[in-house]
């Protein structure tokens, strides 16, 4: 029996951090033997938001070498860059002639992010691809006809926009595309370390997340100034940023130190000096292996622009297949 086919992606904006990896990363490099599977480096939706050309061209190639330095295995997934993969341009044109208006107003990520360029004190300007942005994403998942797709919370809209845009293509034409299923995974909810009222993300800035590459000292320094107590305890509840320590440890794999440090906790004997300690000496051991593996993929850049662009060409060469179906079901001529 053939495997059922996953579908993911992520965007080149800069290092994978704790957030990315527990929350996305490290899961699909254990599904990978169970399912087929497709991961993309989608550059093309980097460009939605203010960004500066070169600094997409080098993140775009790291974020290759990022995740095959956590596990995803080149010999068994396919890691594609999503420009180089052409089909998933053009499927988003169809897809942007199917998709509603009103349905895609309604997106909270646009609005979110919109919000962002206006408050901000650089640009006002909001693009079209930033509105038509899930179209794009729909395109990457149904381009491969993807059964599953491994998602967190904050992308279950846009998954949902994917699913009704292959059942309307389905109804308007013929049944061609499966409905994509979201894959939920049980996921940590990490917080920002400097506010712990956060979700921890790049886009707040430097202090609030911790990458997998930036190296010892800095883990520990961030580690170690992370908000604990703000003051007011709220009865026998944990504080968000002592419950995002434990999380982290826990995320860890390290249930010994975990356990040990929630009896001192429920005791009223816990230093947060050691919890943050073991906290970052947990990630230390987690993120060395992993930034070192980089290292060493990116002391050869041309290998992995190489493999990437196989890897990317592999990915056409299904792509074509889906779109060329496409073409002839929607009154297009063939290509060929
Ligand atoms: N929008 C996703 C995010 O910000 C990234 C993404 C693009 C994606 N295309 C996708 C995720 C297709 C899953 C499937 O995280």
């Known amino acids: 029996m053939s495997k059922k086919r996953v579908l993911s992606c992520i965007q080149p904006t800069g290092e994978i951090h704790l957030g990315n990896y ?3 990363v490290k899961n699909w ?55 180089l993969v052409p089909q998933h341009t053009e499927l988003t044109w169809i897809f942007n002639c199917i998709a509603s208006y009103g349905e895609l107003s309604r997106m909270t990520q646009f609005k979110d992010k919109s919000e962002q360029i206006e408050s901000s004190n650089k640009t006002q300007f909001i693009s079209a691809g930033l509105f038509t942005y899930p179209v794009l994403q729909a395109a990457d998942i149904l381009i491969y006809k993807a059964d599953y797709v491994p998602v967190g919370k904050d992308q279950v ?20 595309f499966p409905q994509p299923e979201p894959l939920l995974t049980d996921i940590p909810k990490l917080v920002s370390l400097a506010d712990p009222s956060k979700k921890m993300s790049k886009s707040l800035g430097e202090k609030h997340y911790v990458s997998l590459f930036e190296g010892e000292v800095s883990i520990r320094k961030k580690v170690r100034s992370a908000v604990t107590d703000t003051g007011e305890k709220q009865g026998d509840q944990m504080s968000p940023g002592v419950e995002n320590l434990f999380n982290l440890i826990k995320a860890c794999e390290k249930s010994t130190e975990y356990n040990h440090l929630l009896n001192d ?16 000496d947990a990630l230390i051991e987690l993120s060395e292996p992993i930034r070192k593996k980089k290292e060493e993929l ?23 297949d889906t779109l060329a179906g496409v073409r002839k079901l929607t009154g297009l001529p063939d290509i060929k």
Do not use: W
């Not at 990022?66 to 396919?78: Q, R, V």
């Not at 699913?163 to 308007?172: D, P, T």
């Not at 622009?305 to 056409?316: G, V």
């Open 265 to 280: 906790y429920q005791s009223g004997t816990l230093r947060y000096k050691d919890l943050k300690d073991t906290t970052a």
């Open 22 to 24: 527990f929350g996305a």
């Open 298 to 320: 990116m002391a050869d850049k041309a290998a992995i622009e190489k493999l990437a662009r196989t890897l990317s060409q592999k990915a056409s060469d299904i792509a074509s």
């Open 157 to 176: 809209q846009h998954l949902e926009l994917s699913r009704n845009i292959a059942a309307r293509f389905n109804r308007q034409f013929k049944e061609y």
């Open 29 to 83: 490099a254990r599904i990978q033997d169970t399912y087929d599977c497709f991961y993309g480096v989608v550059d093309l939706h980097a460009m939605t938001m203010p960004y500066d050309p070169k600094e997409l061209k080098e993140n775009t190639l790291q974020m290759v070498a990022e995740l095959i330095a956590c596990g995803l295995d080149p010999e068994k997934s396919i890691i594609f860059i999503q420009s």
